[in-house]
């Protein structure tokens, strides 16, 4: 694997070789109170964020150092980009500076794509850590990774992806991988916020959250993008909360072994009621956790592994 754009696209072969890396990382490391593995002494991974966030780029810090390699962090708001720098001049200065693999989390979509036109001559692997409304690949990763520990095998499970899907790069990336591993995907959203071309979509969708838990292996709840809506929020945030927040009434909907996710960071009590989000069958917390050997793994198959080049 040379980079790591999208997962629309993505060989579930491949997809399910970087989530057994990770399988097998976290059982190595269990328990161990030293965690540092040599497998990328000498490697530089530099994560370029042009958009806030606490879990991506703390996993992806914590997943580099814990593989020995170095680690930079850049973020746009104390780089020369506020001097006015372009996207592509930056990449090319972390790259020449010694960059094996650049991170990148940007508001546009297809910023990651670019980024891995321009690295191709150094040959720098790139990750998408998200792009505008287009993908998050290593969430979609790290929320299957926690769906097979809970659930096993994806195949003909049926998971619901809920709230915003428009603005979401989370339920994209979540729509193909999930998709590709064999689980049957419903989306329920109000019309408002559902993307133009759904129907092209490998999935379902529905407008009735009440109608679809009793039937679901996993709820995904995702995230009200209010700073992606210039033109305002329609539904209004209670009327929202009303229909598509995941409550402690509509937790009871649900079958007893469906798990509870959220990629977070978390509305509390609009998208997901707090005495939910705390529940034995949520696996919030454990998505963060299962994000750093997820992200291990991801760097492994970019940088160490027999088809890193390839
Ligand atoms: N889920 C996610 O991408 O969280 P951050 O924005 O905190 O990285």
Not at 145 to 167: F, M, P, Q, Y
Not at 184 to 205: D, F, K
Not at 216 to 243: K, T
Request: hydrophobic residues 45%; proline residues 5%; contains cysteine.
């Amino acid at each position: 694997m040379k980079h790591l754009l999208a997962t629309d696209g993505l060989d579930p072969a491949l997809a399910t070789a970087v989530l057994d890396t990770a399988d097998e990382l976290k059982h190595t490391l269990l328990g161990r109170e030293v965690k540092k593995l040599p497998t990328l002494r000498g490697r530089t991974v530099i994560t370029l964020f042009y958009e806030n966030s606490t879990r991506t780029r703390v996993s992806f810090e914590i997943a580099g150092k814990w593989m020995s390699a170095d680690v930079v962090n850049v973020s746009a708001s104390s780089s020369s980009v506020n001097k006015g720098e372009s996207l592509r001049d930056t990449a090319l200065t972390l790259a020449a500076a010694g960059a094996d693999c650049v991170i990148v989390r940007h508001p546009a979509s297809g910023a990651a794509q670019r980024l891995a036109g321009w690295l191709a001559d150094p040959g720098t692997s790139v990750v998408n850590a998200g792009d505008g409304t287009h993908e998050h690949p290593t969430q979609a990763l790290l929320d299957a990774a926690t769906l097979r520990e809970r659930l096993g095998s994806l195949k003909d499970r049926r998971i619901a992806i809920v709230g915003d899907v428009l603005h979401s790069r989370v339920a994209r990336s979540n729509i193909h991988l999930l998709s590709a591993l064999g689980a049957e995907v419903v989306l329920v959203a109000p019309p408002t916020l559902l993307p133009y071309g759904v129907e092209s979509l490998p999935v379902t969708v529905s407008h009735d959250l009440d109608a679809e838990l009793p039937a679901v292996d996993a709820v995904m709840m995702l995230r009200v993008q209010a700073e992606r809506m210039h033109g305002g929020f329609f539904p209004s945030a209670r009327e929202y909360s009303i229909a598509y927040g995941l409550s402690e009434r509509r937790q009871k909907l649900l079958p007893d072994h469906a798990v509870v996710l959220h990629p977070g960071p978390m509305l509390r009590g609009m998208e997901i009621a707090s005495a939910v989000a705390d529940s034995p069958a949520s696996a919030i917390t454990e998505q963060v956790r299962n994000g750093v050997h997820v992200r291990m793994a991801v760097l492994y198959h970019l940088l160490a592994s027999e088809g890193a080049a390839a």
